[in-house]
């Protein structure tokens, strides 16, 4: 089996249609699909090479497809200067049905090394899923990344929060809890009041030159970090996608903070049923403005009547300062994996861990919230 790996083009489609077509008749997972599109709906190349973007690339044995993956590539601050980095997604190939192709899971990841050396992956799911193991298995850095909740409306959560209501007991017992009250009596304590002080407000649009000065100031801060600047927040977060709510936070007139958030009403979701969840996905504060920021998103979320809050943070003073407004640690299936060259530059680790700044818009972005 001779495979070349190219960029997936709109010709390519009809090809990856049967792809699909072949795992849906060999019991794979209804998850397990490729983007039936060869141009990525989150930031797709813009034509002039502007990053961040992202592009998918195919594995063809012939003239049949037999895996892909998507590539963002994207400017970083990397232990004190920029550099391009590359973002490893969605990874898949047909040895998902058929042991003969098994193979194809390593090539898809040496194709992508090859394209960019300083390549991470972020989020995963199961940490026993192919490719989690198969980065473990390389030698790649590979830490979970702290999954962070808020109850907003607690009888809701206990009883449309389908993660938890695994077991009859389980169910019974959350249900009572909701009917009784003593869900928000017991959230109210461990969770505490939200925190006082002043809110953020809502912004359709970031002013580019504070955005610029903001990233400037608080880059130093962190060891590893996507470039947060004017034109990488408005590429990533377009003022004309709806879906993206953006918040502001100054004190005495000069922006000290911002956040990017969703809030998305679910429909019959695995993990969260019909409840309204409240996502934290990207956020950027001057140094020492970290938990004010953190307090006006949890108000203003808050604010909006979602049920639940959720985040995913790496860094650990962002963590922190979630935690000093209420949220609570849970169960994460989202890791982080750098590949050796990229974990060299950052060496040595446990010295510049606590400053990796990772989200969710770091990584697959708006994708399944």
Same mark, same amino acid.
């Given at each position: ?9 709109e ?16 019991g ?7 983007e *039936? ?7 797709p190349?813009?034509?002039?090479g502007?990053?961040?973007?992202? *592009? ?9 497809v ?11 601050? $990397? ?18 049905i058929? !042991? !003969? /192709?098994?193979?194809?899971?390593? $090539? ?9 050396? $300083?390549? +991470?992956? =972020? ?8 490719l989690?193991?198969? =980065? ?5 850095t ?5 999954f ?29 809890a909701?009917?009784t ?28 030159? *504070? ?10 801060? /962190? ?30 007139g000069?922006?000290i ?12 979701? !695995?993990y969260?049923?019909n ?10 504060? *001057? ?23 959720i ?10 300062? =979630?935690?000093?407004?209420?949220? %609570?640690?849970?169960p994460?299936? +989202? ?8 974990? !060299?530059?950052?060496?040595p680790?446990?010295?510049? %861990? ?16």
């Amino acid at each position: 089996m001779a495979l070349r790996i190219a960029p997936y083009t709109e010709a390519d489609v009809a090809a990856v249609l049967a792809f699909n077509s072949r795992l849906t008749a060999g019991g794979a997972d209804p998850a397990f699909r490729m983007e *039936e599109r060869s141009r990525a709906l989150w930031i797709p190349p813009d034509g002039a090479g502007s990053l961040p973007y992202q *592009e998918f690339y195919l594995a063809w044995d012939d003239d049949v497809v037999r895996g892909g993956y998507a590539l963002k590539r994207q400017r970083f601050w $990397l232990a004190g200067e920029e550099r391009t980095v590359g973002f490893f997604r969605a990874p898949l190939s047909e040895g998902i049905i058929d !042991k !003969k /192709y098994a193979t194809i899971g390593g $090539l898809l990841l040496r194709d992508a090394l090859q394209r960019e050396p $300083l390549l +991470f992956s =972020l989020g995963m799911g199961n940490p026993e899923r192919p490719l989690p193991r198969m =980065l473990r298995g390389l030698r790649w850095t590979f830490e979970p990344v702290e999954f962070l909740f808020r109850a907003a409306r607690p009888g809701r959560v206990l009883r449309g929060l389908r993660a938890v209501r695994t077991t009859a007991v389980r169910r019974l017992a959350m249900d009572v809890a909701a009917w009784t009250g003593m869900a928000s009596v017991a959230f109210r304590v461990r969770q505490g009041a939200l925190p006082a002080g002043e809110g953020g407000a809502f912004t359709e649009r970031f002013s580019p030159a *504070e955005l610029n000065t903001l990233w400037n100031s608080a880059r130093g801060a /962190y060891s590893f970090s996507a470039v947060r600047d004017a034109a990488v927040v408005e590429r990533l977060y377009p003022a004309d996608d709806e879906r993206f709510l953006r918040l502001e936070v100054r004190e005495q007139g000069r922006l000290i903070g911002w956040a990017v958030m969703l809030d998305t009403a679910m429909r019959d979701d !695995k993990y969260f049923g019909n409840l309204r969840v409240g996502t934290l996905i990207d956020m950027l504060a *001057e140094p020492g403005r970290e938990a004010r920021v953190a307090a006006a998103a949890t108000r203003w979320l808050t604010g909006r009547g979602v049920d639940l809050l959720i985040s995913n943070c790496a860094h650990h003073g962002w963590a922190d300062s =979630l935690r000093g407004c209420g949220w %609570r640690n849970g169960p994460t299936n +989202f890791y982080l994996a750098f590949s050796p060259k990229l974990a !060299k530059l950052l060496d040595p680790w446990d010295a510049n %861990r606590p400053g990796v700044h990772l989200m969710r818009g770091d990584g697959d972005g708006p994708i399944h919230l």
